[in-house]
């Protein structure tokens, strides 16, 4: 499975940026799919998942503000960002793993390039 995510970029503190991630390479229903971000000079972080049923999970420094979301027909993945804050600014990298959503990125078999998101204040 091949991952390319966009969508990223520069955008004022209480502003709003919509990440995507296409999938390609693999029966794209059957996976799991998460957002993980990483910070410079930290370690990564789960933001979000969604598995094959659409069942959702996220972080609760986002809860309320980020939703992830999948079109199964177009291969892709979503995260709305919404009321995003400076702390938010980071790498994002979208993953894949087959069926079940876990919050720990070493169970993702499968990871994207990252897109850089920054927040200004």
């Known amino acids: 499975v091949q991952l390319q995510a966009s969508g990223g970029g520069l955008v004022q503190a209480g502003g709003s940026l919509r990440l995507s991630c296409a999938a390609s390479g693999g029966i794209f229903r059957n996976y799991a799919m998460a957002w993980f971000r990483q910070a410079s000079g930290k370690e990564r972080e789960f933001v979000a998942t969604?598995?094959?049923?659409?069942?959702?999970d996220s972080a609760d420094s986002v809860k309320g503000r980020f939703t992830i979301s999948r079109d199964n027909a177009k291969n892709t993945v979503y995260l709305q960002m919404n009321s995003l804050k400076p702390e938010d600014s980071a790498v994002y990298y979208c993953a894949a793993r087959l069926f079940g959503s876990s919050r720990y990125n070493g169970d993702y078999d499968y990871w994207g390039q990252g897109t850089q998101v920054t927040v200004s204040s």
């Open positions: 969604i598995n094959w049923s659409g069942s959702r």
